[in-house]
């Protein structure tokens, strides 16, 4: 079993910065994979930004040049600076993971947080 705990969302004014952690607890084995998506109202859920164990970091085309995705191994964490922000951006936003429990097979699977709220209203 693998829980993903999101936070930092809330409101901020266009322009502003958020700062999202999300941490995973659990009998992990290894993280393969941590990122971001969002859903917007009336919409589908899509990628915003990924970060793969040994590999480049993986962003939509429409925050490139604002978000940064980060991981602190050690500590099982993955956060997203999110810069410039603006009202597309409003969103309830939802930590991903990939990855092996130590008690169960080998196979990656993955997880879902129960996501945090980000409004960018004036």
């Known amino acids: 079993q693998v829980q993903l705990v999101e936070s930092g969302g809330g409101l901020v004014q266009p322009g502003g910065s958020l700062r999202l952690s999300c941490a995973a607890s659990?009998?992990?084995?290894?993280?393969?994979?941590m990122g971001w998506y969002r859903q917007a109202p009336g919409k589908q859920r899509e990628l915003v930004a990924t970060?793969?164990?040994?590999?480049?970091?993986n962003y939509a085309d429409s925050v490139k040049g604002r978000f940064t995705i980060s991981r602190d191994n050690a500590k099982n964490t993955v956060y997203l600076q999110m810069n410039s922000l603006n009202p597309e951006d409003t969103a309830i936003y939802y930590c991903?993971?990939?990855?092996?429990?130590?008690?169960?097979?080998?196979?990656?699977?993955?997880?879902w947080g129960r996501g945090t709220q980000v409004t960018v209203s004036s």
């Open positions: 970060a793969t164990s040994g590999g480049s970091p």
């Open positions: 991903y993971a990939a990855a092996r429990t130590s008690g169960g097979d080998s196979v990656l699977y993955g997880y």
């Open positions: 659990g009998s992990i084995f290894s993280i393969n994979t």
